[in-house]
Every structure is written in C-alpha cells, then in structure tokens.
C-alpha cells in the first residue's frame, strides 16, 4: 500500500539530517484524557477513594505556576512542586511522597502512543541518530518509563527542561543541544508552534510540525457537536479523551483511525454505562438475560464485574422471547379475545404463530390476510374451529415455563428473577409475570413512561424514561437494534431434555461477518475501560445523554466506517416493513413500504414538533392505541 504523502514526506526530512529529535508529549505520545491538567482530576478523585479530601487539581496547579514563576519561567520538577505543596497544603513530606507517586501512576495508566508518528520514530531509529525534547518537570527517568509502556525504547537521550534548567522556549536549550550532537544537522519534530518551530529555527534547527489531537478536534465538525462536553468533568475528559487522543485523531501524517475501536465506542460506551449500573442495582437478583442480551449483553456484565472483582448476581441464559411467552398469559377465553385487539397486518397463519405459537394446519385460512384491529371479528370467527387448540396449547407452554422457573429457584435460590432488557415497555416481564405467578422484576436501559409491568405491580427499574430528556438513541432506535442482531433465531418455545431445559429456535439468521465483529468491538471497548479502571483504582460514571451524544454526533458527523453502515440491517415484519436498511448518503432507513429519517435534537435547541408529537402520544396514549399509533407513525410521520 502506498504511504499516505505526509509520511513520506517526513521520512525524506529524516533522511536529510543527522540527528532526529522528538518532542515527547503530544507527539510521540498522548493521554487519555481531553486535556493534560485532567490528569489531576484523576489523582484528586483517587485521594478521595483512599480517604484524602483534598482539592488537589486545583493546589497542584497553582503549586507549579509558583515554582515556574521563582524559576524565571524557564523550568520546573516535580520535587520541587511537590515541596511547595508541602508548604500549601499542611500534609506532611511522607504523606506528600505517597501522593506525587500517585500522580506518577496515574500518568502511566492513561499514556498511549500516536501510531503514525511511532511509525516515523522507528524509521529514524533505523540509521539515525535520535534524542527527544521535552518541556516537562518529570525526570528523563520518568519519561523513560512511560515511553516504554507505550511500546518505545525508553532508552534514547532526552532534553527534559526539569533536569537541563531551560525550557524549549529559550534558545539557548537549542544552541546546547546543537553543540552536544557537534553542530550536525538536526530536525526536530513536534506540535507547538512556538516552542517547537518558531524558537529551534531560530538557532538553526530544521522543524517539522505536527497537529495535537486536541487541536485537531477543536477544528472538526465533531467540535461542534460535543464541545460543550469540553467541560473539565473527569468522566467526560476520559471518554472524549479516548475518542479523540487515542482514536480518532490518534494520527496525525494521514487520515487513519482503529476503525474496531471506533465501532466499540460508538456505541460501547451506552453499553459501558448499562453494565457499570447493572453491577451496581442488582445484588440479590437473579438476573434473566433473554436472547439478544444473553448473546452480547451477558459476556459484558461476566467480563466487566469478572475485572473488577465486583461480586455479579446470580444470572441465566434465559430462553424467552416475545413470541414464546405470549401465549403463557393467556387462561381463558377472553385473554385470547383480548389479543386480537393488538395491531397487526399480514396473515392469519403468521399472527397465530406469533402471537399463540400455534401452526394453523388448513392452509387456506392460514393465508387469509387480516388488519388488526379493525378485523377483530372475522379473525375470531376464521379461527373457531382452532380455539380449543390454541387454549390448549397455551397451557401446555404456561406449565413448561412455570416448571422452567421452578428450576431456576431450585438451583439458584429465592431471590427475585429480574429480566434484563434493552427496553421498551416491558412486554417479556409482564407476559412471564404473567404465565408464571411471579412478580418478576425488570432491569432496562430504556423504558417508556407507561410500561405493562408497572400494571400489574411489578418493579421496574431504568436507566433513563424515554420522556424525560432528549434521547438520541431511542429517537433513532434502528441503529441500535441492527447493531444487536444476532445469529440465534428466534425462541419459538422450550423443551425440557434430560433435566433440563433447550430453547426450540427459529432458523438462524443471517447475519453480516462486520456486525459480529462490531459486537466483538463492543465487549473489547468495556474490557478496556473495566482494565483502565482497575489501574487507576476507581470507577467512573457519566449520564447516559453523554454516550448518546456521543452516538448520534459520529453519525451525523459522518465519522462511521461506510463499511460498518453498510453492514446494518434489521427485520421488522411484525410491522410489515420487512428489511430496513441505511442509507448514509441520504440519512434515512429504508424499507419496502417506509422511511424514517435519521434524528438528532442536538444539545440546546429547542426539541422538534415531530418529537414533541411522539413524546405527548407515548406520555398519554391508551394502551389499545400504542402499537397502532406506533406503525402509524413510522409509516406515515416519522
């Protein structure tokens, strides 16, 4: 492949001179947060964790503005911070010690290397010879070491402004530098203007100038999207830092970017604030990971809790899905009338095995096209010479997943059963509430206002209610549900077998290679925080909006792989749109019979009318009405 022409136009710079020298922060290396004082902010909450109240950042600033004032502005280090935070804080020199360790730590727990210009480091290792340059109150020792962390020598001769008394700013430091290497032709490179062009040139050092991460964030499309996010609040800079240092703006000679590790925390990092609450709301809970979140939202929580030595509940594959439960709600006659009132348009034959799990044996009437619920009569009456199976056959799955349940008990204990789900209006606990005599209880992401569990006395419990902010997930909620298909077809019922109990699937699904591997990306993106957490010694937490602005900004930036949107796809035939798909140049999700534009009520303006509409109608619609009203409005409004 043919180098990117910034690449190759560094390395002919090398090539021309003799000693190639590195400015280190920024340059050869970044962190994973925003800005490089928020390393401070992870020190102070990690004080707090130990006991230590003390407004670190802030002390810790000002305590090096004074030495470097004392200093003439020339240079700093960290000794000498550290015993002017003696005088300033009262804790004694030992305790002291303890803590500028920590800052030290803490430094190497966020340090990463900019890969393309790791890249350049290694040509100029090749034949040159190569020093790094550094305004910095680390010691050369320090800087060593976390250079090696990130993967380089840690063994190169470094000018640290705390050890030579000049900073990059004085040209002096550069005469220095140019006699010690016996006045050879020496190119710099690195990010400042002034620091790292202006003042070396001044002495007769060629430069080459780079772009920092941030400075090329400042500058995006992104910016304005999630600068307001730009706030100094730790969890955001951790996030915001990760996206930006470490990610996309990781590269500075070409335009590449770890296009897995974007996929992971485009929508990672929802998962990440999913899994971290979880862990945290349900300690005495069996929890019940039906399909999908069996598949990929379970091996986040074992791997998250498994990390941090969190102690995780007690949890199940559980094998349910709508159309299996269904049917265990149903005790009588008029339970079954009661679901013809539900909105449905296709064949008698489909409804009857969605919504019964019974297969109509007479293919005539099996075909006979219906639109619930206006043809709620002639369905019935289609269907009377059946009802007595149907009921029967309802029975016969109530028992199986009573005896399901009974055996979960059995085998894990009293504790609540708790569903695990994405959301929406709890349909799976109510109808297993329902089928099996037991308040189950609910853990989900999403929920709407009114949900069914609720109904009936269930406890329910939710990261966030659809109608209490702005919610760009849920407002584009396909993205979602294509990026959590999966292979496993659907529960169409369970068996018992030996003992114990298999799901009757559904043919598998097709399912595109790139959104298993964006799964994958999913379950790397929290390991890597999880890991992150355990080094830096706390958790960090951060409102759900957040992830989700930081999901719809990389779509409506158009910073997602075109090969991953591609990739996405959903079937929706209970709602008679067949196969979305979307189309990034257009922005809308296609099917055979709609469209639904993607939406993004940025932060500050005012909510559109179409979702004021939606959120009015999901605050006070009747429950007959919802799933009408819900077709009617992907169809027709949205």
Not at 272 to 281: E, G, N, Q, T
Not at 559 to 566: D, K
């Amino acid at each position: 492949m043919e180098k990117p022409e910034k690449i190759n136009e560094i390395k002919a710079r090398i090539d021309a001179n003799d000693v190639i020298s590195f400015d280190v922060f920024d340059t050869l290396i970044t962190r994973r947060v925003l800005h490089p004082e928020d390393v401070f902010l992870l020190v102070e909450r990690k004080l707090r964790e130990e006991g230590t109240v003390l407004d670190f950042s802030e002390k810790r600033k000002s305590a090096e503005q004074r030495v470097l004032s004392r200093n003439n502005g020339s240079y700093t280090t960290l000794e000498q911070i550290y015993q002017e935070m003696v005088n300033d804080t009262g804790l004694g020199s030992e305790e002291m010690e303890k803590v500028k360790n920590h800052e030290i730590e803490c430094e190497k727990a966020i340090v990463s290397r900019r890969e393309d210009i790791y890249e350049v480091y290694r040509y100029a290792k090749q034949n040159k010879e190569v020093i790094l340059t550094s305004d910095m109150y680390f010691s050369a020792d320090v800087i060593n070491n976390l250079l090696k962390k990130c993967g380089y020598d840690g063994d190169d001769r470094i000018y640290v402004s705390s050890e030579e008394g000049l900073s990059k700013d004085n040209v002096d430091l550069w005469e220095r530098i140019k006699e010690r290497h016996g006045n050879k032709k020496i190119l710099h490179i690195g990010d400042h203007h002034y620091c790292d062009r202006i003042v070396p040139q001044k002495a007769g050092v060629e430069t080459y100038a780079v772009n920092n991460p941030y400075d090329m964030f400042a500058k995006s499309s992104l910016y304005h999207l999630l600068g307001r996010y730009d706030d100094r609040s730790l969890s955001h800079s951790l996030v915001l830092g990760k996206l930006v240092n470490e990610i996309l703006f990781n590269h500075c000679l070409d335009n590449e970017f770890e296009k897995d590790r974007l996929s992971g925390l485009w929508l990672g990092a929802v998962f990440k604030k999913f899994i971290s609450w979880l862990a945290d709301h349900t300690a005495g809970k069996i929890l019940l990971f039906v399909t999908r979140e069996n598949l990929i939202l379970k091996p986040i929580y074992d791997e998250y809790c498994s990390i941090l030595g969190i102690h995780p509940a007690s949890s199940v594959d559980f094998y349910v899905s709508r159309q299996s439960i269904t049917p265990t709600s149903i005790r009588n006659r008029d339970d079954y009338i009661n679901v013809f009132s539900d909105y449905y348009e296709g064949t008698i034959g489909d409804f009857v095995r969605t919504h019964f799990n019974y297969r109509i044996s007479d293919e005539k009437t099996s075909l006979t096209r219906i639109s619930l619920p206006i043809m709620k009569n002639k369905a019935i009456s289609l269907l009377k010479g059946f009802e007595e199976d149907i009921l029967q056959n309802t029975l016969a799955e109530r028992e199986l997943y009573a005896d399901y349940v009974s055996l979960i008990h059995e085998r894990l204990g009293d504790d609540p059963l708790a569903v695990v789900d994405i959301g929406y209006r709890g349909t799976t606990q109510y109808y297993l509430s329902l089928g099996v005599d037991e308040m189950v209880e609910g853990y989900y992401l999403f929920l709407n206002p009114s949900t069914f569990p609720e109904k009936i006395g269930c406890c329910v419990e939710t990261v966030a209610r659809t109608s209490d902010e702005r919610h760009p997930l849920y407002d584009n909620m396909l993205f979602l549900e294509a990026a959590m298909q999966v292979k496993q077809g659907t529960t169409l019922s369970i068996r018992k077998e030996n003992g114990a109990f298999v799901p009757i699937c559904a043919p598998d699904n097709r399912i595109d290679d790139r959104v298993i591997r964006m799964q994958e990306s999913f379950l790397d993106y929290v390991k890597e925080e999880a890991l992150f957490e355990k080094e830096s010694g706390f958790r960090y937490d951060y409102d759900l909006l957040f992830a989700e602005d930081i999901f719809a900004s990389l779509i409506e930036a158009k910073l997602l792989p075109e090969e991953m949107l591609q990739s996405l796809q959903i079937e929706d035939r209970y709602s008679g749109n067949n196969i979305w798909r979307f189309d990034s140049d257009r922005m809308l999700w296609i099917s055979d019979s709609a469209k639904s534009a993607f939406v993004y009520n940025k932060p500050g303006r005012k909510i559109n009318l179409k979702s004021r509409i939606k959120n009015a109608v999901k605050n006070h619609c009747p429950d007959f009405l919802y799933e009408y009203l819900r077709i009617f409005w992907i169809r027709y409004l949205k």
